[in-house]
């Protein structure tokens, strides 16, 4: 079985996914979790320990659960669609601020899920700041996507509809090698991703030029990224390369989605960065990023080491000794690599952006073949412990 054709996993390592995949939740069986997310709350207690944590299905239902849970939401800027991108403050007052990011990439939702717990979850004297989701409308679905340029969500239920409305009501731009690729309104609208499949400046890329298209989410099983259920967001640069939210932080010209955690990090200067996201794998590991001075980078391999070390203890499936997520990474230790952007190319995603502009900074990458609150208890885990770390080197 050929795992990742048609899926699409963290966009960052999407040319590299291999090895060790297998069946949703057979690497779950032994989990122990560590003392912190065990503790046994009373047989009623509605306590965030006991909270069942689920795939928000909208951003609404995102928004509404932050705020009923007493947090207040700082409006950072409006999504095309108006959607508020929002922060949250938690923590204490102590600095350096910690930054937590989630969500660029909307089928990855373990990511968004976990970010949402931790502002409640972790205890911390440092200012924490929380975007669960950077892409408002990549988590609300490609239907409504579609909904910006037609003016309804469309009821769609299988891949040949989608295709059948979208050369029907889209100019088409691309029809080749199983690529469509269609305009309508502002936007593009296509049935696969185009990252790294289409070539930088091709002509067919011309009226898209400076705008996004969405592409929809079709696992079929991955809880929370079903067909439709997401909208995969790409944005084609001035220059005509399609990438995606999680770019551009070196960059003048941005969507308005990064133009938000660029602002944010540029007010609250974070000591200490994660951007949570997930692959198409069954295993965990997370990429470090090298730092300014020989201090700093002697704390970013200390919170990576207890951070593996942590994961790897609580039961989860570490990625193979033999597992590499691309050329541009080089291994740290087993389950972590160093992310050299350099080598990549297309310029700063938000971690590197962090590490070049602030301190330590992390992506991490939980396996969407495992059940969803593993998942999310696993992004968890990996930020509580780093920031253990962290807090040690500010006492
Ligand atoms: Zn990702």
């Known amino acids: ?103 660029s990439h909307s089928t990855e939702q373990a990511g968004v899920a976990a970010a949402v717990e931790l502002i409640d979850k972790l205890e911390t004297e440092h200012q924490v ?6 892409d408002p409308i990549g988590l609300n679905g490609y239907r409504y996507a579609l909904n ?38 502002e936007y593009g609208y296509a049935n696969h991703g185009l990252y790294r499949k289409v070539e930088k400046g091709a002509e067919f890329l011309e009226p898209l030029k400076g705008r996004r298209l969405w592409f929809p989410s079709r696992y079929d099983d991955v809880p929370g990224s079903g067909l439709f259920e997401r909208a995969y967001t790409q944005v084609v640069t001035p220059d005509g390369e399609v990438l ?22 540029a007010k609250i200067k974070p000591g200490l960065t994660f951007d949570l996201h997930e692959y198409g794998g069954d295993a965990f590991w997370f990429s470090a990023r090298r730092q300014r001075t020989d201090e700093d980078e002697s704390w970013e391999r200390r919170m990576a080491a207890e951070a593996a070390r942590a994961v790897a203890a609580s039961g989860a499936k570490m990625a193979p000794d033999d ?35 602030y301190g330590a900074a992390f992506t991490v990458e939980t396996g969407m073949r495992q059940p969803f609150e593993h998942r999310v208890r696993t992004s968890m885990l990996t930020v509580q412990t780093a920031v253990r770390v962290f807090e040690e080197r500010y006492r």
């Open 1 to 103: 079985m050929t795992v990742f054709n048609g899926r699409q996993g963290c966009i960052d390592n999407a040319l590299s996914r291999r090895g060790f995949l297998g069946s949703a939740g057979l690497a779950c069986g032994g989990l122990v979790l560590p003392q912190r997310l065990r503790a046994e709350p009373p047989a009623n207690d509605q306590s965030a320990e006991r909270r069942v944590v689920r795939p928000f299905n909208r951003y609404s239902d995102l928004l509404e659960t932050v705020e009923k849970r007493g947090h207040k939401l700082r409006v950072l800027g409006f999504a095309p669609d108006k959607s508020p991108i929002v922060g949250i403050k938690a923590g204490g007052d102590k600095k350096p601020a910690i930054f937590i990011s989630a969500g």
């Open 244 to 265: 995606h939210i999680n770019r551009f932080h070196d960059t003048s010209w941005a969507p308005v989605e990064v133009r938000c955690t660029r602002g944010l990090m």
């Open 323 to 357: 597992y590499s997520p691309g050329s541009f990474f080089s291994k740290l230790q087993p389950g972590v690599f160093w992310l050299d952007p350099s080598q990549r190319g297309e310029g700063l995603n938000l971690a590197d952006f962090a590490a070049n502009e």
């Open 129 to 134: 700041y929380v975007i669960p989701c950077r």
């Open 148 to 185: 910006l340029s037609l003016g309804d969500e469309p009821e769609i239920e299988s891949m040949e509809q989608m295709e059948e409305l979208l050369r029907d009501k889209g100019e088409v731009l691309l029809d080749a090698g199983g690529k469509l690729l269609v305009l309508i309104g």
